[in-house]
């Protein structure tokens, strides 16, 4: 068994791009893994609920505790506010866990700076029209921020060249295998 404390993983990519049921699959088949579950500020979707996949808070506790420094990073994504708790990190690393993470490029910048070891997974979407249409499947016609996602997604892939490992979502089975190959990989070194 190697030494996990103090390992940090995280995940980048689009919004659609498959990269929370990766993260979700991966935590279930490899006790190892400890996924953060992150606090927003955005509106539930159908099927969430609080705690699953956030904790789901209003702007102005979401401020308040921005001040008090509970949030190791923080970002404003799609018009909503996302952050990490700083105590989810301390503690997965006390149980002995690698923590995994899904973020968004923003937070990737900051968990670099604060953990210059961390390991970074971008996951892409094979093409945009088929992200667009994935995010329509998902979210429903009447998605609002459909072409701010869009707009952001065409920027987070640009910034692909710089994870230290890079996969295409094209089909979702061989992808997530390709994915989990990364991670054993990383917890086993
Ligand atoms: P969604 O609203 O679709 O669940 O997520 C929108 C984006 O926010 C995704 O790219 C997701 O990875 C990112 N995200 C979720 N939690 C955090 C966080 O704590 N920090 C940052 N920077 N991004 C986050």
């Known amino acids: 068994m190697s030494k996990v404390v103090g390992k940090m993983i995280i995940v980048a990519a689009p919004s659609g791009a498959g990269k929370s049921s990766f993260v979700e699959r991966v935590c279930s088949e490899e006790p ?14 159908v099927g969430e609920s609080q705690g699953k996949p956030y904790y789901f808070v209003t702007k102005s ?48 910048r900051t968990f670099r700076a604060k953990y210059p070891s961390a390991e970074t997974i971008f996951i892409m979407p094979p093409s945009l029209d088929e992200l667009r249409r994935r995010l329509l499947k998902r979210d429903g016609e009447k998605i609002k921020d459909l072409d701010v996602r869009m707009r952001n997604a065409e920027i987070e892939m640009r910034s692909a060249p710089d994870f230290k490992h890079l996969l ?11 994915f989990k190959k990364i991670v054993v990989e990383i917890l086993d070194s």
């Open 32 to 45: 190892r893994l400890f996924d953060t579950v992150t606090y927003t500020t955005r509106a539930m979707r």
């Open 61 to 108: 506790e979401f401020e308040n505790r921005v001040q008090e420094g509970f949030f190791v990073e923080w970002a404003r994504v799609h018009e909503n506010y996302y952050g990490t708790p700083l105590h989810q990190l301390e503690d997965s690393w006390a149980k002995g866990l690698c923590v995994i993470m899904d973020v968004d490029v923003q937070g990737v």
């Open 168 to 178: 295409v979502n094209d089909d979702f089975e061989l992808s997530y295998q390709q």
